[in-house]
């Protein structure tokens, strides 16, 4: 049997026991997850989703969180322009080995949805501390300091008249 099921916007072809690099998960090495975006279910009797085929899920483990291979950019401009860019980008990834593929059923499983590292669940939000460090007020100025400090300005304009005198 195997499933065509899609994470990250791709779309991977799997059966168990495969091994696939995918984007990178919000999840430990040694978890099981369960992917439940399944388009296509093969074998004996294939099941096309419309646009997903309901309760079904593909189970994995997760081995390690890597990065994948340097790609190189490299922008030169031409004519009498003499600059040139070099950017390069390690894509975080997920290896994960698929363990089984759920038909139906996949909903009492009991195994966590395979989420996204950007997308945070609203329960780890609520678990999260939200106390943050207060800044402190500045403080008031009071008419007292504003009085006991003159302003220099008008000492020196004093000063210069005396001088002309």
Known sequence: MFAV???GGKQYRVQAGDVLRVEKLAAEAGETIQFNEILLL????????TPRVEGA????????????????????????????RTKGHRQYLTLVRVTE???????ASGVRAALGAGSVPAAAKAEAPAAAPKKRAAPKKTEDKAEAAPKKAPAKKAAKAADKE
């Open 5 to 7: 099921m899609k994470t």
């Open 42 to 49: 093969g074998g004996e009797s294939p099941v096309v989703g």
């Open 101 to 107: 593929i759920l038909a139906s059923g996949a909903d």
């Open 57 to 84: 899920a593909v189970q994995a483990e997760v081995i390690d969180q890597i990065r994948g291979e340097k790609v190189i950019n490299f922008v030169k401009r031409r004519r009498k322009h003499g600059s040139q």
